[in-house]
């Protein structure tokens, strides 16, 4: 079998890197650890208004059972006036990839 061997050289822009598709992947899965999201963030994350998403996603039993911090979830629910919805990032993100049909349909 006959082999040809080429060598290119093709310009990288400066602002730009080569990494493996791996390593990539990697960075994206990490993107969100550590990081955690309130009621404004996830409005905007998923196009939806506060209250649509406290009446379709927080407070039917299904979903806040998996969702309450008081029930092992990652989602802290304010319990007095001046607290603050806290979302774990991570965790939301992948409910949200997991429960898309189910929220939205």
Same mark, same amino acid.
């Given at each position: ?15 730009? =890197?080569?990494? &493996? ?6 960075? &994206? ?16 994350? =998923? ?6 998403? &406290? ?28 607290? =603050? ?17 189910? =929220?939205?349909?």
């Amino acid at each position: 079998m006959q082999q040809l061997s080429v060598t290119l050289n093709i310009p990288v822009p400066e602002d730009s =890197i080569i990494i &493996k598709k791996v390593e990539y992947e990697e960075l &994206k899965q990490n993107e969100l650890q550590g990081v955690y999201w309130n009621m404004k963030d996830l409005e905007g994350k =998923i196009n939806r208004k506060h209250e649509w998403i &406290k009446e379709n996603i927080l407070y039917p039993s299904r979903f806040r059972k998996i969702l309450d911090v008081d029930y092992g979830g990652f989602v802290f629910y304010p319990k007095a006036k001046g607290q =603050i919805w806290t979302f774990k990032a991570t965790d939301m993100a992948k409910f949200l990839d997991e429960y898309f049909e189910e =929220i939205f349909s």
